[in-house]
Nanobody, 123 residues
Framework: QVQLVESGGGSVQAGGSLRLSCLASGRTFRSYAMGWLRQAPGKQREFVAAISWGASSTYYADSVKGRFTISIDNAKNTVYLRMNSLKPEDTAVYYC????????????????WGQGTQVTVSS
């Protein structure tokens, strides 16, 4: 059974940084795409960033481009999201996601999800 377990959320002041981690287990993810999506209170879940398991492809939402970096450690089965220059509007629950198709990670219709980790950015 596929499991995605996020960690690394927390509270930070605007301009600060956090790194989220997502440990994937339960199958071989070699051909999978992995990503991060987020949901703020009262808003729909939105795409943040995605990466192919071999790290040959990455894709970012315009709102985080240049501030967030997605990366992957294949040996550790872990996907990371480094978040710099955080803004109050980045406050949300961040979810790790996985699927065989890159497009479904981007549009949020993917098969596998983590439980989410809270990120709170204060002004």
């Amino acid at each position: 059974q596929v499991q995605l377990v996020e960690s690394g959320g927390g509270s930070v002041q605007a301009g600060g940084s956090l790194r989220l981690s997502c440990l994937a287990s339960g199958r071989t993810f070699r051909s999978y795409a992995m990503g991060w999506l987020r949901q703020a209170p009262g808003k729909q879940r939105e795409f943040v960033a995605a990466i192919s398991w071999g790290a040959s492809s990455t894709y970012y939402a315009d709102s985080v481009k240049g501030r967030f970096t997605i990366s992957i450690d294949n040996a550790k089965n872990t996907v990371y999201l480094r978040m710099n220059s955080l803004k109050p509007e980045d406050t949300a629950v961040y979810y790790c996601a996985a699927d065989v198709r890159f497009s479904t990670v981007v549009d949020g219709t993917c098969d596998y999800w983590g439980q989410g980790t809270q990120v709170t950015v204060s002004s």
